[in-house]
C-alpha cells in the first residue's frame, strides 16, 4: 500500500486533496484559532521599515552645505542632498528634451536663475513646430531603414497631431527618451558585470527574480519618498521596473555565447573594452535587443502607473479618462501609447542593425542629405508656422502647436457605440455580469476565504513536496509564512482567487486555441504575429474595452486579466507543439495512432514542459494585472498598496504588500519550474 | 613540403614550449607543483581536476608547419590555446621568439597578438553584425588603424581569398567554406609571423574541404608562416605538414615527421593510430628503394629521392625496368622496381590501404 503511494503521484495527490478536505472541515473559524488565522507577527515590520527609512533620510551622516541664501553653513544629511542632486539631474533632461519639442523656460532658468528668467521674458525657449519634430524624426526612420519606416513613424506623429494629443505625447515621449536609454544602459552594465563575476552574479539572480514580480505600485512608494514627487520621480521608478529584464536578457545573451566568439576577438587583438564594445555586446544583440524591448514596452507600461506620483503626459490623461469613464478619449490615448512603442521600438532596431556602406564614393551632398532635408523641413516647418499665424486668429495655430484636445476626435462615436451596446445588449450584459458575480466570482472567494490557514500551508506544502520533495516544500511554505504572518492574509487570498481563476480560464483558452493554430503552418505564423503584437500593448489598454461593456466590477478585472495572460498562454503552446520534432510525428503515424491520440500521447505530453513553462508566465502576468485592476478598484492586495500611496507611511506597508504578491508569484514559480525541468530530464530534452 | 625542419634547426624556434602543464579545476596548480612534474590523468581526475595538457615540450621553427594530431578531447585544442595566452598554462614555460609569454603582461600580450599572431576557429567565429569585409578589417580597425587604411587591406585580403563580390554580404549569408575563407582573410589581415588553425576544415564538406585544403596549399606557398594546424583527419595531414604531433590525453605521443611517425611508431598508441595510414601517401622513394647497381639495366625514367610514392606509383609501375632514383643534383642514389612498389601498396599489413586509395 505505501509503496503504491509511493511510486504512483496521482494517488498522492489524492490522499493530499482528501487530507486537505478535512481539515478544513475540522478547524473552526474563529479569529483566536492559531489553526485558522496565524497570529500577526509582523505586524511592527512596515513601521519598523518606516523608521528606518525615515532615519536613513533624515538623521544619518549629516554633513555641513553652505547654504548661499543665509550664508550659512547648514547639517544635511547625506541621503537627502544625494536623492536630490539625482532628481535634478534626472529632471533636467526630462525637461531639455520636452522643452526641445514643446518650448519652456525651464532650461533656461536652470543656468540662470528663476529671477533673471522672469525679468527677461523674451528668454524663452521656443517649441518646434510640429511639422518639424514630424518631419524630423520621420527623416530619422527614412536614414535608419527605409521608406516603410518613415511612413510608419509619419503616420504615429500625425495621429498624434490631429487627435489633438500633441502635448501630453511629447511629455510623455521625452519622459520615456530618458527613461529607456538610462535602463538600458544600465541594465547593460550591471549584465556585463554579473557576466564578468560569478559572485555578482549569484547575488543577483535573486534579486532579479522578486524585482520582476514584485508589482510596479511598490516601487512608487519608496521612490516617492526618497526623491519626491514629479517626471524625474516617475522615471526613476520607471528605470527600476525596466532594467531588470535588461540585466536578465544581457546576461542570457552574452551566456550564450561561444567561448570562440570571445577568443577570435582576443587573437584579433582586442583589449578588454574593445572585446565588450566590438565583439561580445554585438554578438549577443539578438538577446540585447530583447531587452531593448522589453525595456521600451515597460516604459511605456509604466506611462500610467508613473503619473500616480506625478509624471506628466498621455498616463495622466488615460489615468483620468478611464477614472471619468470616458472610454471614447481612453482609446484614442491607449493607441496614441501603442503607437510610440511600436515605433520606438521599430527606430531602436533600426538603429542597432544599421550597417555603413565603405564602397560608396560620396559627394557632400549625398553624405550629408538627411542633414540636409532635415535643414529644409526645419526652416519649411518654421515658414509654415508664421504663416499660420495669420490665418488662424483665435489664438490656436494649428501648423505650430496643436492645443491639447482640439483635434479631431472620435470620442463621440465610441460613446455612442458604448452607449448602442448598452441599450441592446443591456439585459444580456447584466445577466452575464450578474450571473459571473453570484454564481461563480463571490462562490469561489467565499471558497478561498473559508480555507483554514494550516488547509492552505498542507495543501501547497504537500504539493510542494509531491513535485519536489522537502526543499521545494520548506522554500514554498517559507513564502506562504512571510504572507501568513502580515495582516493581510484574507487580502491575499483574494488576489489569489482572483489570479487563480484567471490562470486557469486563460490557460484553457490558450492551450485549445494554440493547439488549434498549431495544427498548420500558416494558422502558426498567424496566431504568433498576433501574439507579438498584443504583447507590445501595455497592460492596461486591456482594461478600456472591458470597462466599456462591465463597469467597474471584478468582472471586468477578471476579463482583462484572462484577456492579458491568454496571450502567454497561447504563445509557449503554440512554440511548445511545434518544438516537437517531426520524427516523432511520424514514428506515431506509423504506428497507427490517429491524429487525436497522437496529440494525447505524443505531443502533449512532449510539450508539457513548455506549457508547463507557459502557465507560469500566465501566473506572472496575472499577478501583474491584478494590482493594475486595483485602479479601477478591487479589494485585493492591489487595493491596499494602491491606498498606501497616498499615506506618508506608506513605504513599509507598500514594501511589505508588494514582497506579499511577490511571493505568491515566487512560490508558484518554484513549484512550476521544477515540475516542468523534472518533465524535461524525464524526456530527454535538456 | 620539404623537410624544413631539418634544414632549418640550427636557427631559433618561433615556439618553444617547456614542460607545459595545463590542468583544469580549482586546485590544479597546488597538485601539480606537488607531483613533481609526474602527473597521473586518472589520480588527478579523482581529485576533480581535469588534464588537458600533460608535460608538452617541443620547438616549431620558421616556416614550419606542424601538425597536431589526436581524438577528441586529446587536449589539441587546450594546447593551441596555451601557446596563444587564450588560457594561462598551470605549468612550464612558453617562448614566441624567446620571449616568455607567460610573464607578458596584458599589454605585451595585445601587443603580441596585433603583431604576430593569428588564429583560424572551427566554429568560424565570424562576427555576426559585421559584413565580410568588417570581418576581415576588425584586427587592423582594433590595432588603431583608420579605416581607409583597413578597408583597402581588407579588400586586398577578400581578393586573396576569391570573395572577390561577396565583400558586403552577412556571414549568415555565406556557406560554410566561404565563412572560412573570411576567418582565413581575417587571421592574416595583419600579416602574422605565426598562424594558429584549429581544425579550420572540420565542419566542412569533403569536396569543399578538399577545395580548402588547395587554398590553403596556395596560401602557405606564398607567404610561409610558421604554423601550428590542429586537425582530426590523417589524409589533411599527410598532405600538409612538416612535422606531426600526435597527442593521447594531453601527452605528446611522438613529434616526427610523416614517414617516420608510420615507419617507426614510437608508442603502441601511435601504431594503432597510423595503421590505416596509405604508406605510399606518406613514404618517400627514399625510404623504400634498392641500393644502386650499375650493372642493371635501367629504364629511361628517373624519379626525385624525395618524391611521395603516392604521386610517382602509376609511371614505375608501367615501367617494365627498375627505375632510377636521383637525389637534388640529378646523380643516381639508388633504383626502383615495380614489384617493390606493388608490395609497399598492397603488401604487409598496409594492404588495406591499397583498398582505400583507389
Ligand atoms: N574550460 C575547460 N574546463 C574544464 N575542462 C576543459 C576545458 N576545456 C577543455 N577541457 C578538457 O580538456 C580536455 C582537452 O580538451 P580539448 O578541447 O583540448 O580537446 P581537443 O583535442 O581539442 O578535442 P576536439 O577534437 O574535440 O576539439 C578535455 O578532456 C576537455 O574536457
Ligand atoms: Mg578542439
Given at each position: 500500500m505505501i509503496t503504491t503511494i509511493k511510486e504512483r503521484k496521482y494517488l498522492q495527490f489524492l490522499l493530499l486533496l482528501v487530507v486537505f478536505y478535512l481539515l478544513c472541515l475540522i478547524v473552526p473559524p474563529s479569529d483566536s484559532n492559531i489553526l485558522w488565522r496565524f497570529p500577526p507577527l509582523l505586524k511592527q515590520l512596515p513601521i519598523i521599515i518606516n523608521d528606518s527609512v525615515n532615519y536613513l533620510l533624515f538623521d544619518w551622516w549629516l554633513i555641513d552645505v553652505w547654504d548661499p541664501d543665509i550664508e550659512e553653513f547648514e547639517q544635511k544629511p547625506l541621503v537627502n542632498l544625494i536623492t536630490r542632486a539625482f532628481s535634478g539631474v534626472i529632471l533636467f533632461m526630462i525637461e531639455f528634451i520636452r522643452e526641445i519639442m514643446l518650448g519652456g523656460v525651464k532650461t533656461i532658468v536652470t543656468f540662470s536663475g528663476w529671477e533673471w528668467a522672469t525679468a527677461n521674458p523674451w528668454a524663452r525657449w521656443p517649441a518646434l513646430p510640429w511639422t518639424v519634430v514630424a518631419g524630423g524624426a520621420t527623416i530619422i526612420g527614412y536614414a535608419l531603414k527605409g521608406p516603410r519606416l518613415a511612413l510608419f513613424v509619419f503616420f504615429t506623429f500625425a495621429y498624434i497631431a490631429l487627435f489633438g494629443q500633441w502635448e501630453p505625447s511629447m511629455e510623455t515621449l521625452s519622459f520615456v527618451l530618458i527613461a529607456a536609454p538610462v535602463s538600458v544602459l544600465l541594465g547593460l552594465a550591471l549584465g556585463v558585470w554579473a557576466f564578468r563575476s560569478r559572485r555578482v552574479e549569484t547575488i543577483m539572480n535573486p534579486l532579479l527574480n522578486v524585482a520582476q514580480i514584485v508589482p510596479h505600485f511598490s516601487y512608487l512608494i519608496p521612490v516617492m519618498i526618497f526623491f519626491g514627487i514629479g517626471d524625474h520621480a516617475g522615471a526613476i521608478a520607471t528605470v527600476i521596473f525596466a532594467t531588470p529584464p535588461m540585466v536578465r536578457l544581457t546576461l542570457l545573451g552574452l551566456k550564450k555565447l561561444p567561448p570562440e566568439v570571445a577568443e577570435a576577438g582576443l587573437m584579433s587583438g582586442c583589449n578588454n573594452r574593445q572585446l565588450l564594445l566590438k565583439v561580445l555586446i554585438p554578438t549577443a544583440r539578438r538577446d540585447i535587443l530583447i531587452g531593448v524591448n522589453q525595456v521600451i514596452m515597460q516604459c511605456l507600461a509604466m506611462v500610467v502607473i508613473a503619473s500616480l506620483i506625478g509624471a506628466k503626459g498621455l498616463g495622466n490623461n488615460l489615468l483620468i479618462a478611464l477614472n471619468g469613464l470616458r472610454i471614447g478619449l481612453a482609446l484614442e490615448l491607449g493607441v496614441c501609447i501603442v503607437l510610440i512603442a511600436i515605433m520606438l521600438d521599430r527606430l531602436s532596431l533600426a538603429w542597432a542593425n544599421k550597417q555603413t556602406d565603405y564602397f560608396a564614393d560620396l559627394s557632400f551632398v549625398q553624405r550629408n542629405k538627411f542633414s540636409l532635408i532635415f535643414g529644409v523641413v526645419f526652416v519649411a516647418g518654421i515658414i509654415l508656422a508664421y504663416i499660420g499665424s495669420f490665418f488662424f486668429k483665435d489664438g490656436f495655430n494649428y501648423l505650430y502647436l496643436i492645443p491639447h484636445n482640439k483635434g479631431i476626435t472620435t470620442q463621440d462615436f465610441w460613446q455612442s457605440g458604448v452607449d448602442w451596446i448598452w441599450d441592446t445588449f443591456f439585459y444580456s450584459l447584466k445577466g452575464f455580469n450578474e450571473w459571473l458575480i453570484i454564481d461563480v466570482l463571490v462562490p469561489v472567494k467565499t471558497a478561498y476565504l473559508g480555507m483554514p490557514v494550516i488547509a492552505t500551508f498542507t495543501l501547497v506544502m504537500g504539493v510542494g513536496f509531491i513535485v519536489g520533495g522537502t526543499r521545494v516544500a520548506l522554500s514554498v511554505g517559507g513564502f506562504l509564512l512571510f504572507i501568513a504572518l502580515t495582516e493581510w492574509w484574507d487580502r491575499a487570498l483574494i488576489t489569489a482567487y482572483l489570479v487563480s481563476l484567471a490562470v486557469v480560464i486563460s490557460s484553457i483558452i490558450g492551450i485549445v486555441a494554440g493547439t488549434l493554430c498549431a495544427q498548420h503552418p500558416v494558422t502558426t505564423r498567424f496566431i504568433l504575429t498576433v501574439c507579438d503584437t498584443f504583447q507590445t500593448f501595455p497592460s492596461f489598454i486591456y482594461l478600456i474595452p472591458v470597462m466599456m461593456l462591465f463597469g467597474v466590477t471584478d468582472t471586468s478585472v477578471l476579463i482583462a486579466i484572462v484577456v492579458y495572460t491568454t496571450v502567454p498562454a497561447t504563445r509557449y503552446t503554440v512554440e511548445g507543439l511545434i518544438s516537437v520534432p517531426a520524427a516523432l510525428h511520424d514514428a506515431g503515424s506509423m504506428s497507427g495512432v490517429n491524429r487525436i491520440q497522437r496529440y494525447f500521447s505524443i505531443e502533449l505530453p512532449m510539450s508539457f514542459p513548455h506549457l508547463a513553462l507557459g502557465v507560469n508566465q500566465t501566473v506572472v502576468f496575472a499577478l501583474s494585472m491584478v494590482i493594475i485592476g486595483a485602479l479601477?478598484?478591487?479589494?485585493?492586495?492591489?487595493?491596499?498598496?494602491?491606498?498606501?500611496?497616498?499615506?506618508?507611511?506608506?513605504?513599509?506597508?507598500?514594501?511589505?504588500?508588494?514582497?506579499?504578491?511577490?511571493?505568491?508569484?515566487?512560490?508558484?514559480?518554484?513549484?512550476?519550474?521544477?515540475?516542468?525541468?523534472?518533465?524535461?530530464?524525464?524526456?530527454?530534452?535538456? | 613540403?620539404?623537410?624544413?625542419?631539418?634544414?632549418?634547426?640550427?636557427?631559433?624556434?618561433?615556439?618553444?614550449?617547456?614542460?607545459?602543464?595545463?590542468?583544469?579545476?580549482a586546485n590544479a596548480k597546488n597538485m601539480l607543483d606537488a607531483s613533481n612534474g609526474i602527473v597521473d590523468a586518472a589520480k588527478f581526475q579523482e581529485a576533480g581536476c581535469i588534464v588537458g595538457v600533460n608535460n608538452a615540450s617541443f620547438e616549431v621553427f620558421p616556416g614550419e608547419l606542424l601538425i597536431i594530431m589526436g581524438l577528441s578531447g586529446s587536449g589539441k585544442s587546450t594546447l593551441l590555446r596555451c601557446?596563444?595566452?587564450?588560457?594561462?598554462?598551470?605549468?612550464?614555460?612558453?617562448?614566441?621568439?624567446?620571449?616568455?609569454?607567460?610573464?607578458?603582461?596584458?599589454?605585451?600580450?595585445?601587443?603580441?597578438?596585433?603583431?604576430?599572431?593569428?588564429?583560424?576557429?572551427?566554429?568560424?567565429?565570424?562576427?555576426?553584425?559585421?559584413?565580410?569585409?568588417?570581418?576581415?578589417?576588425?584586427?587592423?580597425?582594433?590595432?588603431?588603424?583608420?579605416?581607409?587604411?583597413?578597408?583597402?587591406?581588407?579588400?586586398?585580403?577578400v581578393d586573396l581569398v576569391s570573395l572577390t563580390g561577396r565583400e558586403n554580404y552577412f556571414p549568415r549569408e555565406l556557406s560554410g567554406g566561404q565563412q572560412q575563407r573570411v576567418g582565413i582573410a581575417r587571421s592574416l589581415a595583419i600579416e602574422p609571423d605565426i598562424w594558429f588553425l584549429d581544425e579550420p576544415f572540420s565542419a566542412l564538406d569533403p569536396l569543399i574541404r578538399k577545395e580548402m585544403q588547395d587554398e590553403f596549399l596556395r596560401l602557405q606557398g606564398a607567404l610561409s608562416k610558421t604554423i601550428l594546424f590542429v586537425t582530426h583527419d590523417f589524409d589533411e595531414a599527410l598532405r600538409l605538414a612538416d612535422r606531426i604531433a600526435i597527442m593521447k590525453d594531453g601527452i605528446i605521443e611522438q613529434l616526427d615527421t610523416p614517414a617516420n611517425i608510420v615507419l617507426n611508431p614510437a608508442t603502441e598508441y601511435v601504431r594503432k593510430f597510423t595503421e590505416e595510414v596509405p604508406r605510399e601517401k606518406v613514404l618517400k622513394i627514399e625510404s623504400v628503394m634498392d641500393p644502386f647497381n650499375p650493372t642493371q639495366d635501367m629504364s629511361d625514367l628517373k624519379v626525385p629521392k624525395n618524391a611521395i610514392i603516392e604521386t610517382v606509383a602509376e609511371s614505375i609501375l608501367n615501367s617494365s625496368k627498375p627505375v632510377a632514383v636521383i637525389n637534388e643534383e640529378g646523380a643516381i642514389v639508388g633504383s626502383l622496381t615495380a614489384s617493390k612498389v606493388v608490395n609497399v601498396l598492397f603488401g604487409g599489413h598496409t594492404g588495406k590501404s591499397g583498398e582505400q586509395s583507389s
Open positions: 479601477i478598484g478591487t479589494d485585493d492586495l492591489g487595493q491596499l498598496i494602491l491606498g498606501s500611496l497616498s499615506d506618508r507611511q506608506g513605504v513599509g506597508n507598500g514594501l511589505i504588500l508588494g514582497l506579499c504578491v511577490a511571493f505568491i508569484g515566487l512560490a508558484i514559480d518554484q513549484i512550476i519550474r521544477t515540475w516542468a525541468n523534472q518533465r524535461k530530464q524525464a524526456l530527454g530534452l535538456d | 613540403m620539404t623537410s624544413q625542419a631539418e634544414t632549418s634547426s640550427s636557427s631559433t624556434p618561433v615556439i618553444r614550449c617547456d614542460s607545459v602543464y595545463k590542468i583544469f579545476g601557446i596563444s595566452r587564450l588560457t594561462d598554462a598551470t605549468g612550464g614555460k612558453i617562448y614566441i621568439d624567446g620571449e616568455d609569454i607567460l610573464s607578458m603582461n596584458d599589454k605585451q600580450l595585445i601587443e603580441l597578438r596585433r603583431s604576430k599572431m593569428g588564429m583560424v576557429f572551427q566554429s568560424f567565429a565570424l562576427l555576426p553584425h559585421k559584413t565580410v569585409l568588417e570581418n576581415i578589417a576588425f584586427p587592423l580597425q582594433v590595432k588603431g588603424i583608420s579605416t581607409e587604411a583597413s578597408i583597402k587591406r581588407a579588400k586586398e585580403m
